[in-house]
């Protein structure tokens, strides 16, 4: 849902970056490395704390690294494919620190159980998202369907946490992990349904 504005970040806010990065001799691994270290460290140092909304802000800055890199990589002209390896098992380990650093928040500051465990929900469901798109390439299914693909996790998150610490309306985050859960959830579903679809598909051709 949020790839259609990937073009107009690369291409104009994020370019003089890109060429600066590239301009210093900064590889995209690089960039990818210091933006997972970035986006753990946000999330493990802050949300454990209950510093919600400076988490938030360190996060929101090295996410964007998750646009750099790949665009670093295309303009170089790069032709392996180990950085889309390492950006793709780098974003599960920013998932995890993510929602797990706000698990430990419920667990250790506002100390509701149920909340912890929709966070954990989240993070699972969202594993599993990721799980089965690259399952799917292996076998030669499409699976790149779902209504909480990653940038949607990620924004469903980030905005109501950032808002419902700074205006004190913890029911802002309550509900979009509720949200976020059933999407999360509703997209695993969905990509299952599609490759079983063309799985049958191809077995009756």
């Known amino acids: 849902m949020l790839d259609r504005f990937k073009q107009f970040w690369q291409g104009v806010m994020l370019a003089p970056f890109i060429n600066l ?9 690089a960039v990818t490395v210091v933006g997972t270290l970035g ?3 946000g999330a493990l140092v802050f949300f454990p704390q209950g510093m919600i909304w400076q988490g938030v802000l360190v996060i929101t800055l090295f996410v964007f690294s998750d646009l750099v890199d790949g665009a670093m990589a295309r303009k170089m002209g790069r032709t392996d494919d180990f950085g889309a390896f390492l950006d793709s098992t780098l974003d599960r380990v920013a998932d995890a ?3 797990g650093g706000l698990a430990c928040y419920f667990a250790w500051q506002a100390e509701s159980r149920l909340y912890l465990a929709l966070s954990l929900v989240i993070l699972a469901m969202g594993a599993c998202t990721s799980y089965a798109r690259a ?8 699976a790149k369907v779902g209504i909480a693909e990653r940038p949607d996790r990620l924004v469903g998150l980030l905005v109501p946490a950032f808002f419902a610490d700074v205006l ?3 029911i802002l985050l309550h509900v979009a992990l509720w949200v976020l859960a059933v999407a999360a959830t509703v997209t695993v579903v969905q990509r299952v349904w599609v490759v079983r679809r063309q799985a049958l598909a ?3 051709s």
Do not use: H, Q, T
């Not at 399952?135 to 499409?142: E, M, N, P």
């Open 97 to 99: 620190a993510l929602f």
């Open 21 to 29: 990065f590239i301009r210093l001799g900064i590889s995209p691994d």
């Open 202 to 204: 191809r077995a009756a």
């Open 168 to 170: 004190d309306l913890p």
């Open 135 to 142: 399952k799917a390439d292996v076998l030669g299914y499409d």
């Open 39 to 41: 986006v753990s460290a």
